[in-house]
């Protein structure tokens, strides 16, 4: 069964502004890889951004960037000057296996 | 570059029909997935292989069959189509597991009804 929450279904920013997604996860692995995946309306899944457990510096992507804490399981990404094309749902991928998906957050940006 | 290309793009179903959802990647992957995503909901994995010959349940198996008797081939198989049934459909590749941290790339989807 999935382990892994996106507490948020919706959230809204304001262009250029800074937004942050929540994802939690339950693990017993030591080491293992996070995925920030992003759906525009065309349907398509992009990556967005990866995180290696066992690295202590937080991934970052030009304006996308994560805050990685691995003790409390919690893998949030944080989006910065936030862009019309930002629009989209994201979806976090716990570490399992397989690849396995989070409910979603779907992002509106405000112009 | 190809990559994953799935078949048909959109289809209508009649309840109880059957129908085979065309899946293949240029690519060399050895995982393959197939997804469903209802409107508005997340994407639930359906069957995945990690090679040929050689495929698995997911979370959402039901009314659902999968095949892989190549590398680059993973169709999904809809038997006695039902409304519960309609949804898009993503097929996806990746060389290995999440696990690894490589990179999954997914299909364009296939839209079904079933009426």
């Known amino acids: 069964a999935q382990t892994v929450t996106q507490s948020q279904p919706e959230m809204s920013v304001q262009e250029a502004e800074t937004v942050t997604l929540s994802c939690t996860y339950d693990?017993?692995?030591?080491?293992?890889?996070l995925f920030w995946y992003k759906q525009p309306p065309s349907r398509q899944m992009i990556l967005v951004i990866r995180?290696?457990?066992?690295?202590?510096q937080n991934a970052t992507e030009n304006r996308f960037s994560v805050n990685f804490q691995k003790a409390a399981k919690s893998f949030s990404l944080k989006i910065s000057d936030s862009q019309l094309g930002d629009a989209a749902m994201y979806f976090c991928?716990?570490?399992?296996?397989?690849?396995?998906f989070g409910t979603g957050t779907s992002l509106t940006v405000i112009p | 570059n190809a990559g994953v290309t799935q078949t048909p793009k959109f289809r209508i179903l009649k309840i109880g029909q059957s129908m085979t959802l065309q899946c293949t990647q240029d690519?060399?992957?050895?995982?393959m997935y197939w997804y469903r995503q209802d409107p508005g909901m997340g994407l639930k994995l359906i069957y995945y292989?990690?090679?040929?010959?050689?495929?698995d349940k997911g979370e959402v198996p039901n009314g659902y069959n999968v095949s892989r008797s190549t590398t680059e081939d993973f169709p999904l198989r809809l038997e006695l189509a039902a409304p519960s049934q309609t949804s898009v459909y993503f097929c996806?590749?990746?060389?290995?597991?999440?696990?690894?941290?490589?990179?999954?790339?997914f299909g364009e989807g296939s839209w079904l009804t079933v009426v």
């Open positions: 690519m060399n992957h050895n995982y």
């Open positions: 693990t017993s692995e030591s080491d293992y890889y």
């Open positions: 996806a590749s990746s060389y290995d597991g999440a696990y690894s941290g490589n990179t999954i790339y």
């Open positions: 991928a716990p570490p399992r296996y397989q690849f396995y």
């Open positions: 995180q290696e457990a066992y690295k202590q």
């Open positions: 292989s990690v090679g040929a010959g050689i495929t």
